[in-house]
Nanobody
Framework: QVQLVESGGGLVQPGGSLRLSCGVS????????VGWYRQAPGKQRELVAS???????NYADSVKGRFLISRDNAKNTVSLQMNSLKPEDTAVYYC???????????????WGQGTQVTVSS
C-alpha cells in the first residue's frame, strides 16, 4: 500500500505565502513524476506544477514565477512553495505521484486526500 499525506494548507491574505508538503510512504520501489493539482468549487481539477524524477519542471501559466515545486528523493517528499498568493488560488490542493510499488511491475497514479488553501482578506 502507498500513502500520500499533505500538510500546510490554511487561510492566508492576498500577497501572502504558504508552503505545502507531501510525504509518501508505503511499499515503494520507485517514485517517478510527482506533482500538485488543485480543484476549486465548480471547476475541474487542474495541474499546478510537476517535477520529474530527473528534475524537469512543469508549471501552469497561472502560477509561473510565484510557485516553486521541489522534491527530496531520499525522503520521499514533495513540496510546493506558494508566494504572492491571489484569491483565485483558493482551492483544494492534491499531491500526486506516479509510483511503482514493490508488488507491481508498472507505475500507477496515487493521490493524497487534499488540503484546503484559502486566499482571502
Amino acid at each position: 500500500q502507498v500513502q500520500l499525506v499533505e500538510s500546510g494548507g490554511g487561510l492566508v491574505q492576498p500577497g501572502g505565502s504558504l508552503r505545502l508538503s507531501c510525504g509518501v510512504s508505503g511499499n515503494i520501489f520507485r517514485i517517478y513524476a510527482v506533482g500538485w493539482y488543485r480543484q476549486a468549487p465548480g471547476k475541474q481539477r487542474e495541474l499546478v506544477a510537476s517535477i520529474a524524477r530527473g528534475g524537469d519542471l512543469n508549471y501552469a501559466d497561472s502560477v509561473k514565477g510565484r510557485f516553486l515545486i521541489s522534491r527530496d528523493n531520499a525522503k520521499n517528499t514533495v513540496s510546493l512553495q506558494m508566494n504572492s498568493l491571489k484569491p483565485e488560488d483558493t482551492a483544494v490542493y492534491y499531491c500526486n505521484a506516479q509510483i511503482r510499488t514493490t508488488l507491481s511491475r508498472n507505475p500507477n497514479d496515487y493521490w493524497g486526500q487534499g488540503t484546503q488553501v484559502t486566499v482571502s482578506s
